[in-house]
């Protein structure tokens, strides 16, 4: 299954029997035909499948050899699946036997890759049969089998557009301390495949893990192991079955169990922001210049596109929000350090914020607090403003004396409305139109007032605005959108509600005040109480899906849409529009962001002019309707 940029594949470990192909074969059919009901594109069985891994000394009887070849013919004619099948089998060359993965697609041999490192120690003896790849690679490229010419050696396999090209390699390859999928994945492949025959001992999963998980992030890529399992002979070890599925980095598939019963995993790719990635990754670029190899053969295989995915996980509605614990803690001590740093750079240990009682500026208080109390600076030099204005509603005023009071830091009160009225009447302003001046004239008030109050403590102004709102532009031009640091700059919206949530169990004697700051309406308070920001520029959680699917995997509006229609199940034609507003917001505010006042990054990325988002403050962008 491929479309839309995602592409499904299956790890499928059959029962084995040693020494009969055929029954072999069966086995390997009827997985596939299971994974028909899936529609992987691509499905992956161990390391000499065919015979089974543990044949020993029988490698050598020709008998086998050819039970083996029928085998593979049997399985050729009666494979009614249209993608990619990748087993495991021997060949004999000049009578040299190979240990090879075979590529094939439909009722054709696309390819075979021979095993490049063969392991002789502990208990395998795989020099005892079978000859490295590495030299017949330079000078074979392809052998005769069933009277047909087959590409052999180092290969890549492309599709017709070169957007899911993929490679091979078998067992202790992945082991090498030069692997050759570092060599594949330089020249251009996307995903490596690796055919394993591999034992269970204590610890030795997690090695595969650690390996799968940091050769697929080095390359930005996919990588997809399996091994065979317990069904084959014990005579010695038990064989793990283990298959895994990693991405970027990322397991998003595995099964580790130990058994005696054929079972198939499947996990789905995403090609694009595989790509995304790659054009990012600097070091990416120069491998390719270090690593460029002219004698690997492109061999070219079918790729079928579907209109629709269906997806092994449900998306995540959410995928800013950390799922681990010890990610909000790296949050928490993330921002402590970065503004501490600051104040220790400047000679100074005082802070001044705003606190309005919502939930930016909630984090940024308790985010303060927890800074000063572990560097052990006094909570009295956060000097906390309360700027009250008639749109101030009760319920964010009660909390915010509340929140002050209670994590004692130091609580000062000014009401602006007089002196708003006061700068509404100089420009000319009727005071009474609730446009964009007169609110635009408050949050530049409070931001004059705090400034002014940071040069009297000599403190510095900490702002509050949070990345979704950094990518919105929505904050008033050196209102709110100025600080002398932000502390929450680098947190979407949606994480910022969830850290503030985690202080609750580091502050309990706040978290009554935290749970209503958390489920009161946002708003910005600045021509009614009942001001709605999401009803203005959108909720946060669909701004949030779509700055991430955005900056992270470089999506376009078509397939942002797609993924809210999947992951929100709203509907296509609604889900563009809300693509094409923020399209429209994040494009048009970039001049704001230039200007921002410095932040610690603290995601995966950050909108900061000066690290990672390099645009002009004019540039367009143009969507299609």
């Not at 084995?16 to 596939?32: A, I, S």
């Amino acid at each position: 299954m491929y479309s839309h940029g995602f592409l499904k594949v299956a790890a499928a470990s059959p029962i084995t029997r040693v020494g009969d192909p055929m029954f072999n074969v069966r086995e390997m059919l009827k997985q596939v035909e299971e994974a028909k009901l899936k529609n992987p594109s691509f499905i992956c069985f161990p390391e000499l499948c065919i015979s089974g891994y543990s044949i020993g000394d029988l490698v050598f009887q020709k008998y086998l050899y050819d039970d083996c070849l029928e085998a593979i013919k049997f399985f050729l004619q009666n494979n009614t699946y249209r993608g990619v099948v990748i087993f495991g089998a021997y060949i004999f060359i000049n009578d040299t036997i190979y240990n090879c993965s075979f590529i094939t697609q439909k009722k054709k041999i696309l390819g075979i890759v021979p095993k490049n490192f063969l392991p002789h120690t502990s208990e395998f003896y795989e020099t005892r049969w079978f000859a490295s790849g590495v030299d017949i690679s330079k000078n074979v490229s392809s052998v005769n089998l069933f009277g047909e010419e087959i590409a052999f050696g180092k290969i890549i396999f492309e599709n017709s557009t070169g957007d899911v090209n993929f490679a091979a390699e078998i067992c202790a390859d992945l082991w090498a301390p030069i692997s050759p999928n570092e060599r594949l994945y330089s020249n251009g492949a996307l995903i490596c495949f690796n055919l394993s025959a591999s034992p269970a001992h204590i610890g030795k999963k997690e090695y595969r893990k650690t390996l799968t998980k940091s050769i697929s992030l080095k390359f930005n890529g996919g990588y997809v192991y399996v091994s065979n399992n317990a069904s084959e002979s014990t005579s010695e070890v038990v064989f793990s079955g283990h298959k895994l599925i990693c991405e970027n980095g990322e397991v998003i598939a595995e099964n580790e169990e130990i058994n005696l019963h054929s079972d198939i995993i499947y996990g789905d790719f995403d090609i694009l922001k595989l790509h995304h990635a790659r054009r990012n990754n600097s070091y990416y670029k120069k491998v390719q210049e270090i690593a460029r190899d002219l004698n690997i053969r492109r061999v070219a295989y079918e790729l079928e596109e579907q209109e629709d995915f269906i997806f092994e996980k449900t998306l995540e509605r959410l995928p800013f929000v950390p799922k681990n614990k010890e990610d909000y803690t790296d949050i928490i001590n993330i921002q402590a350090a970065s503004v501490i740093k600051r104040l220790e750079y400047i000679g100074i240990n005082k802070v001044v914020l705003g606190v309005s009682g919502g939930l930016d500026s909630t984090l940024a208080l308790l985010s303060l607090c927890y800074a000063f109390d572990k560097y052990n600076i006094s909570r009295e030099n956060i000097i906390a403003y309360i700027l009250p204005s008639k749109a101030t509603s009760d319920r964010t005023y009660q909390n915010s004396l509340a929140l002050v009071k209670k994590l004692g830091v130091t609580k000062k009160e000014v009401n602006i409305y007089t002196e708003v009225l006061r700068q509404l009447k100089a420009i000319g302003h009727d005071t009474l139109t609730k446009d964009v001046t007169y609110e635009n004239v408050q949050a530049r008030y409070r931001t004059f007032t705090l400034m002014n109050a940071a040069n009297l403590n000599q403190a510095i102004v900490v702002g509050t605005s949070d990345m979704s709102e950094i990518a919105l532009g929505w904050s008033t031009f050196n209102g709110d959108h100025m600080a002398m640091y932000g502390i929450n700059a680098g947190l979407p919206k949606t994480v910022v509600k969830e850290t503030v949530n985690y202080y609750k169990n580091i502050y309990p004697s706040v978290a009554d005040i935290l749970a209503n700051i958390v489920n009161t309406p946002i708003s910005p308070e600045l021509s009614s109480s009942s001001q709605a920001t999401e009803e203005i520029i959108g909720k946060y959680e669909i701004n949030d899906f779509i700055l991430y699917h955005f900056l992270e995997n470089g999506d376009d509006t078509d397939r942002i849409a797609y993924l809210l229609f999947k992951a929100m199940n709203i509907p296509l034609k609604e889900a563009k529009e809300w693509v094409m507003k923020f399209n429209k917001r994040f494009y048009s505010q970039q001049y704001k962001r230039l200007t921002s006042p410095e932040a610690a990054k603290i995601m995966g990325f950050s909108l900061s002019p000066r690290t990672e988002i390099k645009l002009n403050g004019d540039i367009y962008r143009i969507d299609k309707k």
